[in-house]
Nanobody
């Protein structure tokens, strides 16, 4: 079973940047397509980005396209989310997740393993 641990969250001013990391243990990350989700207070968890097993294919939610970049280093068993031009609306707990399905998964039920989340707060 894969264990995922996110890090890199924090408080940042609007317009700033953060880089989230998701480290995996107990399994080989390259076996999974990886996703990033976020959940703001009072809202449902929503899809942010997804990266294929090899890293050759990425998909983004429209709300973060051109601002966020997902990448992975399979040798380090780690996935990253670079977040630029952060806005107050990006404030949420961010989760990484691992999926065994081969197609582009955007729903939470399509992911098998989840991290505990890391808080990102964007101030104006």
């Amino acid at each position: 079973q894969v264990q995922l641990v996110e890090s890199g969250g924090g408080l940042v001013q609007a317009g700033g940047s953060l880089r989230l990391s998701c480290a995996a243990s107990g399994g080989t990350l390259s076996s999974y397509n990886m996703g990033w989700f976020r959940q703001a207070p009072g809202k449902e968890r929503e899809f942010v980005a997804r990266i294929s097993r090899s890293g050759g294919s990425t998909v983004y939610a429209d709300s973060v396209k051109a601002r966020f970049t997902v990448s992975r280093d399979n040798a380090k068993n780690t996935v990253y989310l670079q977040m630029n031009s952060l806005q107050r609306e990006d404030t949420a707990v961010y989760y990484c997740a691992a999926s065994r399905v081969s197609y582009v998964a955007r729903s939470t039920y399509e992911y098998d393993y989840w991290g505990q989340g890391t808080q990102v707060t964007v101030s104006s």
